[in-house]
């Protein structure tokens, strides 16, 4: 089992930068694969980013490609989301989950969830 706690949401003008952090408990962390999702009013919690155990491979939904980058230290068992050129429409609840089986891209696939922070951006 691992828990969850992101942090490092925010406030944060378009075109700005925002660092996320998730930190997790458990000896396990480097066993799980991990993704970052959002959840915005009105729509379901969509898939943003997964990277596998090692951080050797990452696959980025295409609202994030090229924007946001994931990245892990598993010495610190924490797990990063580098948010650049923000847009109003990044404005979202953002939560870190570990995989349990299945699609990547599908919530239901993921077994643990952080609370998750809130990303504003608005100028």
């Known amino acids: 089992q691992v828990q969850l706690v992101e942090s490092g949401g925010g406030f944060v003008q378009p075109g700005g930068p925002l660092r996320l952090s998730c930190a997790a408990s458990?000896?396990?962390?480097?066993?799980?694969?991990l993704g970052w999702f959002r959840h915005a009013p009105g729509n379901e919690r969509d898939f943003v980013v997964v990277?596998?155990?090692?951080?050797?491979?990452?696959y980025y939904a295409a609202s994030a490609q090229g924007r946001f980058t994931i990245s892990r230290d598993n010495a610190k068992n924490t797990v990063y989301l580098q948010m650049n050129s923000l847009k109003p429409e990044d404005t979202a609840v953002y939560y870190c989950?570990?995989?349990?089986?299945?699609?990547?891209?599908?919530?239901?696939?993921?077994?643990?969830w952080g609370q998750g922070t809130q990303v504003t951006v608005s100028s």
């Open positions: 989950a570990a995989h349990l089986g299945g699609s990547y891209y599908k919530s239901s696939s993921y077994k643990y």
């Open positions: 458990g000896r396990a962390f480097s066993s799980y694969v």
């Open positions: 990277i596998s155990r090692t951080g050797g491979s990452t």
